[in-house]
C-alpha cells in the first residue's frame, strides 16, 4: 500500500542520532537546547519548548496560557482530536467554530460570535499545512483578553504575510511525528511570543519544577533545592530525537519545495475532473502542503474511499469532525452545529504526499482516482 504520508530518513539522520548515542547526553542535554534555539529561530524569534508529541505541545500550550475550570476555548472541528482535547483536559469548555466553506479553515467570522469574557484561547488549525487567517483572528481575540493559538501541526516552515508559522498567533505548536513536514520519531513544540507563557509551559513539561532561585518559596535552602508550584507532567523530548530533528530540519526546505511540487501536479491533473473539487489558497499565503485535500462529490467519498484503498492507494479522510467523537458527543455537542465542517468532511479525501513520493507514484494516485471516478 502506498502510504498517504511517510518520514524521509538518509544516512545524514542515521548518523547524527548516532553520533548523540555514543555521547554523553542522552536527555536533556545540549542537543534539546540547540534543537529549540533552531525551532525557535525558524519560528520568528521566539522562545521554543520541545517535548514528546504534537498532543503533548497542546496541553503544554493550554497550561501555558493559564486554561482551566470556568474558562472557553474556541476552536475548529476539523482537526485532529487534540486541539480540543487538550483544552477539555484541563476543565475549560470547548467552544466549536464553523469552517470556511472553501478552505476548511476556522471562520473568523464565526469565531467573531462566539467569543465572550470568559474565552481564554481561540485556537486556529493550519489545515493541509496552509496557515489560518490570524490576521482576523487576533483582534477579535485582543477584543476580550484571549490568546490565539496556531495549531501548526501541518505547516512548519510556512509563511502569511511574509511572517514565519510560530509568528503568526500568540502560541504555536508543532508535531514532530513520521508523517508530519519533519519528523525526530514522536515529537512536538511549544512556540510562545511571551516570555511567561513559554516558561509555564517549559514547567508544565518538566514535572513543575523550578529552578530559579528568585522565585523560591523557601529562600537559601541549599544548591539541590527547587520547588513545584502547580502540578506539571514528564513531556521531555530527548537528545536522541532533538538530534534526528536537527538533521531534518537541514531539509526542511527542499522537504516543502518537494511538496508543493507534487501538490501542484496533483492540482493540474484534478482541475478539470468531474466529481473532484481541488484545493484553495489564499493570496499572501506561503503553505507547506502537509497532505492534498481533494473532495469528492455527488456523495461518493466512501465509494472512492474503498476503491482507493482497495487498489493500493493509502488515502486517508481528514478529519472526521472533533465534536462527533463520542467523548463531545456524549456530553451534549450536537451534530449539525458547524454545517460547512460537516459537509466539507463528508467529501474530504487526503491524497498520498511526502518528499520521496515519486512523480510515477503521483501519477499512479491521479490514474487510480480518474479511472475509479469513471
Ligand atoms: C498530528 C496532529 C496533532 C497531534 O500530534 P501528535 O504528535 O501526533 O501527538 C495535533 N493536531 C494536528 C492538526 C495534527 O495533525
Redesign the pocket.
Known amino acids: 500500500m502506498l502510504p498517504y504520508g511517510r518520514q524521509s530518513i538518509t544516512e545524514d539522520d542515521v548518523q547524527a542520532v548516532a553520533e548523540v548515542l555514543r555521547g554523553d547526553w542522552l536527555t536533556t542535554g545540549p542537543t534539546v537546547t540547540r534543537f529549540e534555539e533552531a525551532i525557535g529561530a525558524l519560528a520568528g524569534g521566539h522562545r521554543a519548548v520541545s517535548c514528546t ?6 496541553h503544554m500550550a493550554y497550561a501555558g496560557a493559564g486554561v482551566g475550570a470556568g474558562d472557553e476555548v474556541v476552536t475548529t472541528p476539523m ?2 482530536v ?2 480540543a482535547s487538550g483544552a477539555s483536559i484541563l476543565g475549560a469548555k470547548v467552544v466549536f467554530a464553523d469552517t470556511e466553506e472553501d478552505t476548511g479553515l476556522i471562520d473568523p467570522a464565526a469565531v467573531d460570535a462566539l467569543v465572550t469574557e470568559r474565552t481564554r484561547v481561540v485556537a486556529a ?1 493550519d ?1 493541509t499545512g496552509h496557515p489560518a487567517d490570524y490576521a482576523a483572528l487576533q483582534p477579535i481575540a485582543d477584543r476580550v483578553g484571549a490568546l490565539t493559538l496556531a ?1 501548526a ?2 505547516s512548519i516552515g510556512g509563511s502569511a504575510g511574509g511572517r514565519p508559522v510560530g509568528d503568526l498567533a500568540d502560541i504555536t ?1 508543532f ?3 513520521p508523517t ?1 513536514n519533519m519528523t525526530t520519531t ?3 513544540a511549544v512556540v510562545a511570543k511571551s516570555d511567561a507563557i513559554a516558561q509555564r509551559a517549559h514547567e508544565f513539561h518538566f514535572i513543575g519544577m523550578v529552578r530559579d532561585a528568585d522565585r523560591f518559596k523557601n529562600p537559601d535552602q541549599g544548591a539541590w533545592w527547587y520547588e513545584v508550584h502547580e502540578a506539571g507532567l514528564n513531556y521531555r523530548l530527548t537528545d536522541v530525537a532533538c538530534a534526528l530533528g536537527l538533521s531534518q530540519l537541514a531539509r526542511l526546505e527542499a522537504f516543502k519545495q518537494r511538496r508543493a511540487e507534487i501538490w501542484a501536479r496533483y492540482n493540474a491533473a484534478l482541475a478539470d475532473v468531474d466529481g473532484v473539487r481541488i484545493p484553495v489558497q489564499r493570496d499572501a499565503v506561503d503553505p507547506v502542503w502537509h497532505f492534498y485535500c481533494a473532495r469528492i462529490l455527488d456523495g461518493r467519498r466512501r465509494e472512492v474511499f474503498d476503491k482507493m484503498r482497495e487498489r493500493g492507494i493509502g488515502v486517508q479522510v481528514n478529519y472526521i469532525p472533533v465534536y462527533w467523537h463520542p467523548v463531545y458527543a456524549d456530553a451534549g455537542y450536537q451534530r449539525g452545529m458547524c454545517p460547512n465542517a460537516e459537509a466539507f468532511y463528508a467529501e474530504e479525501l487526503s491524497l498520498p504526499l511526502f518528499p520521496d513520493l515519486t512523480d510515477a507514484e503521483v501519477d499512479r494516485v491521479i490514474e487510480t482516482l480518474i479511472d475509479v471516478l469513471g
Open positions: 508529541s504534537g498532543t503533548a505541545a497542546l482537526t485532529f487534540a486541539t488549525v489545515y495549531d501541526a501541518h505548536t508535531s514532530f511525528f508530519k514522536e515529537g512536538g
